[in-house]
């Protein structure tokens, strides 16, 4: 970053700015021109602090939403490969990214037994959350919650839990992910320290009850002192904003706090009065020594200088809430100015483009299978009610393929979930290479596919989108450099009248798919939606054959 000339520089003008006063505050009158000018500067002080606390709330509702969203999505993709609860271990250790989000990820069954731990594997089993306020209140909830802070058994730390619950196979909790922050851990300690934006006071954060969840003295952190007349006591009892009357060890300070949004937290700046305003007091008593019509000049001029000098602070505090209230765009924080105003104003900007990177990310992983990389069930339930709608509009047909893989356990059970896993991958890539660009594939469950058709004329012949399916797995898949031999079942739904509702498509889609498995298999048919009976299945290979599973061609035995 370009160094700012030191004649351009905050603290030089301000400097400057008091030594004028100083010079020209010889009368009496100076000094009434000062208390007006005292007046202004308590108030950008107080509203520059709340700027600051502003910025750090943001920053922390932002980290705790973005750290709930990973692991939101670490349960999708658990719910997506489900395994037993001795295989829960394995799969977190696979993901290794989950280290620079947490301190910690565990996961309980529903006795609050430890049966995956991240941080020491040889913990598991060692340990019962059962009397966890945190544990049991997400399995009452049934969703995701934000605990309140205390001492992990674990490492003996202090500690806040995020917790989100894993759903079986049949929609019924199986077990709670809980990820851990450390109170005391450099990632969350020191980025506030880095927010709180001078060398004097401190940052504190409480929860509802008085308990401290962040404060300098480490001691502090997990006591409770919400009595009357202590700090605490008085951040909250009182709406958000700032006082100068409020005292803290025996001395008066400037309090400045405001509410979490995410947390049932209240982050508040802390600051010395007498530090704050200690230049303020030197000039006043100079000025109290004097008394001159030149002083009154001199303290007009100087109280609009300091005006001009602050607008830009003024301006960036505004930009700043109308960000909040999403009535401004980002680019207005990458600001052209050289001095201390435009480099903050540009680290906003850059914090922020960062944190839009981060939740298109997550919004990128919450909506794709991370196996085959397909479309997931959360991205489908979106996307196809508003196909529907989109058909509706242009007066166009829509088409549902439902398709299941042939002895999908069977492979699994002879070959191992390893083949499994290969053959859903090649599958998914060649049904995407079979459909048109303009179609849409996704994988709902297990070995269960889907493919939206959009634009379909009212002539087009539905029964070429299935042949094409149909012929791009007839090539033997490879699996552990092995053919093996994989067929498909299609059941394919057409709207003919608009408008058709999302439930009666996929029933349409289903009984499709369920003829074709009632002819054995391996081949599509077609139902119009709305239609008594689903037309003739298409098995694509020879009529009347036995039902077969998937085999090694006979050339590789």
């Not at 107080?46 to 922390?60: I, K």
């Not at 009535?327 to 924080?333: L, M, T, W, Y």
Request: proline share 4%.
């Amino acid at each position: 970053m370009r160094r700012i000339p030191k004649h351009q520089t905050f603290k030089f003008k301000i400097t400057a700015l008091l030594v004028l006063m100083v010079m020209l505050a010889t009368v009496l009158v100076g000094g009434t021109s000062l208390l007006v000018a005292e007046r202004e500067m308590r108030q950008v002080i107080g509203s520059q602090e709340m700027a600051m606390l502003s910025s750090a709330a943001a920053y922390l509702d932002r980290d705790i939403t973005s750290k709930q969203q990973v692991l939101r999505a670490l349960a999708e993709s658990l719910q997506a490969e489900p395994a037993p609860h001795g295989k829960v271990q394995q799969q977190l250790e696979q993901r290794s990214a989950l280290r620079d989000e947490f301190a910690n990820v565990s996961a309980l069954d529903l006795n609050g037994q430890l049966i995956a731990n991240l941080q020491d594997r040889r913990m598991v089993g060692k340990l019962n959350a059962s009397g966890r306020q945190y544990f049991r209140d997400t399995l009452a909830a049934q969703e995701g919650i934000v605990s309140a802070p205390f001492r992990s058994v674990l490492s003996g730390r202090p500690v806040v839990a995020l917790t989100q619950p894993v759903m079986g196979r049949h929609g019924t909790l199986d077990y709670v992910l809980v990820g851990t922050i450390d109170l005391q851990r450099p990632a969350f300690a020191g980025q506030l320290n880095a927010l709180r934006g001078s060398n004097s006071g401190y940052l504190l954060i409480v929860t509802a009850d008085g308990t401290v969840v962040h404060h300098p003295d480490a001691s502090r952190v997990l006591t409770r002192d919400a009595g009357a007349g202590s700090l605490a006591h008085t951040i909250l009892s009182s709406p958000d904003g700032w006082r100068d009357d409020a005292r803290d060890a025996g001395q008066d300070v400037l309090l400045a706090h405001k509410r979490l949004r995410q947390a049932d937290w209240t982050i508040a700046a802390v600051f010395p009065i007498r530090e704050v305003f200690a230049s303020m007091a030197s000039v006043r008593l100079q000025a109290l020594a004097a008394a001159s019509m030149v002083a009154l000049a001199a303290g007009l001029l100087g109280w609009l200088l300091m005006r001009s000098l602050l607008a830009p602070l003024y301006q960036l505090y505004g930009q700043v809430r109308a960000f909040g209230r999403n009535e401004a765009d980002i680019e207005q924080f990458n600001s052209t100015r050289p001095d201390e105003f435009g480099q903050l104003s540009r680290a906003f900007y850059q914090v922020s483009r960062q944190q839009q990177v981060a939740e298109r990310n997550l919004q990128r992983l919450a909506t794709t299978d991370p196996l085959t990389g397909a479309h997931n069930r959360r991205m489908f339930d979106e996307f196809f009610p508003q196909a529907l709608k989109r058909a509706i509009r242009g007066g166009h047909q829509i088409g549902l393929a439902v398709l299941d893989i042939d002895h999908f356990k069977f492979i699994n059970d002879s070959f191992g979930h390893q083949a499994g896993d290969a053959v859903l991958v090649q599958f998914a890539d060649r049904l995407r290479q079979a459909v048109r660009s303009t179609d849409t594939v996704a994988r709902i469950a297990g070995d269960e596919f889907v493919v939206v058709f959009e634009h379909l004329d009212t002539g087009h012949d539905v029964n070429l989108l299935g042949e094409k399916v149909m012929a791009a797995m007839q090539q033997p898949f490879n699996v552990n450099g092995k053919p093996l031999n994989v067929s498909a079942s299609i059941g394919i739904a057409v709207t003919t009248e608009l408008p058709a509702d999302v439930d009666k498509v996929m029933l349409a889609a289903d009984q499709a798919l369920y003829c074709v498995k009632a002819a054995g298999r391996n081949g599509f048919a077609i139902n119009h939606v709305g239609a008594e009976r689903v037309l003739s299945v298409r098995e694509f290979g020879a009529a009347a054959k036995p039902e077969r599973k998937p085999s090694w061609p006979s050339s590789r035995m």
